[in-house]
């Protein structure tokens, strides 16, 4: 029986010894948030039931989460979309109260933003229909020569924790999200 060349077992080993240092490869970034707007607190709404005007009106959301409307008391609509606290307010006015009631549940106002870390001018904004973490940092009045311009940091309202976004991929952000650039190192 004829045995291996020194050199090739040399180089085997090491191959197959960098194969086992390296590790598993390096988990994916986390995907960009998307979803769709949910109420919270301190929302305001434009509620119009047709042919009642005393069930039409502007209404906030509550810190709890809650409208006051009249005949039918609180709605939830704590982390319902308009469309939801529509179709609670007409179901609920039908039991009894109205035949076939006609609701149309309008966001007429919603939480700021804010932009945080390295941007010129750090801050409050308001939101905007549509808006992107690029824009809002086009709002702060762009990056500073610090910044990292690859990662952001973002905390949705409601969250206790932020998440790091790649920042080459532009995205739709929520009102009341909390938007932070860190510092890049050299």
Not at 35 to 47: A, E, N, V, W
Not at 64 to 72: D, H, K, T, W
Not at 78 to 94: C, M, P, Y
């Amino acid at each position: 029986m004829r045995l291996p060349h020194p050199a090739m077992l040399f180089l085997a080993a090491t191959l197959l010894g960098a194969c086992a240092a390296a590790g598993p490869p390096p988990a994916p970034p986390p995907a960009p948030p998307t979803g769709t707007f949910k109420l919270s607190p301190g929302d305001r709404l434009r509620i119009t039931t047709y042919g009642e005007p005393t069930l039409s009106g502007e209404f906030t959301v509550s810190t709890e989460g809650r409208i006051a409307f009249p005949l039918i008391g609180d709605v939830d609509a704590r982390d319902a979309d308009a469309g939801a606290v529509q179709q609670d307010i007409t179901a609920r006015l039908s039991d009894g109260y109205l035949r076939d009631p006609k609701v149309n549940v309008d966001v007429i106002g919603v939480r700021p933003i804010y932009v945080l870390g390295e941007v010129n001018k750090p801050g409050e904004y308001p939101y905007t229909q549509g808006l992107t973490v690029r824009g809002a940092v086009a709002k702060a009045d762009g990056f500073t020569y610090r910044a990292n311009e690859r990662r952001v940091f973002l905390r949705r309202a409601g969250e206790t924790a932020e998440r790091p976004f790649d920042l080459r991929e532009d995205f739709a952000i929520q009102p009341g999200d909390t938007i932070r650039i860190g510092e890049r190192y050299f």
